[in-house]
């Protein structure tokens, strides 16, 4: 059956506007994720500390609920793939991130690093992502939630002096008690 030309278009028409509208749906409910959970981030103090490790040039992936590699959150654009770079300081972790406000991970809000294949559908091979596992404060008083912040280091030599950088300020607790 050959339609005519203007219905075969018109029928092409309709079908890329709701392929347009489910991708805009989705990113709208994206956004909303974390909203009614997520508080706003801690602003990047004015004492940072002394560099630990110099900036490294990242693509800051993404930031996903502890776990969940597929849950990205949309919340404070951390969601949003972007160039960057990441530098640690003694007090905590800053990811410059273009076109977004820069991430701050506070020492005492690190709970771990690792490294991981892939994150929210991105493959890049064996152990490639470094993974900031981390509490954001929630909108709840006096609560927060963990996630898991993903930085594809460009510089392989720069990945395991990234990642012992980081280690080093996770604090470790013995027998129930927090030691740095």
Known sequence: MN??????????????????????????RMRRRGVDTIGDLPGRP??????VLGAVDVT????????EALARVGVH???????????????GVVVERSGSAPLYVGRSALEGVHITNGMVGKQLGTGT?????????????????????GLHVRRTSDREQL????????????????TS
């Open 163 to 178: 990642i012992a950088a980081i280690d080093a300020l996770v604090p470790s607790t013995i027998d129930g008690e927090e």
């Open 77 to 91: 654009h951390l969601g949003d793939r972007s160039r960057g770079t990441a530098t640690v300081h003694e007090n």
């Open 3 to 28: 339609l005519p030309q203007p219905v075969a278009v018109a029928i092409w028409v309709v079908v890329g506007l709701v392929l347009v509208a489910l991708v805009v749906r989705g990113f709208v």
């Open 60 to 67: 800051y992936v993404s930031s996903t609920l502890a776990g």
């Open 46 to 51: 004015d004492d940072l500390g002394e560099i």
């Open 129 to 149: 992502i470094v993974v900031l596992t981390w509490k954001a404060p929630a909108t709840a008083p006096n609560d927060s939630i963990t996630l898991d912040t």
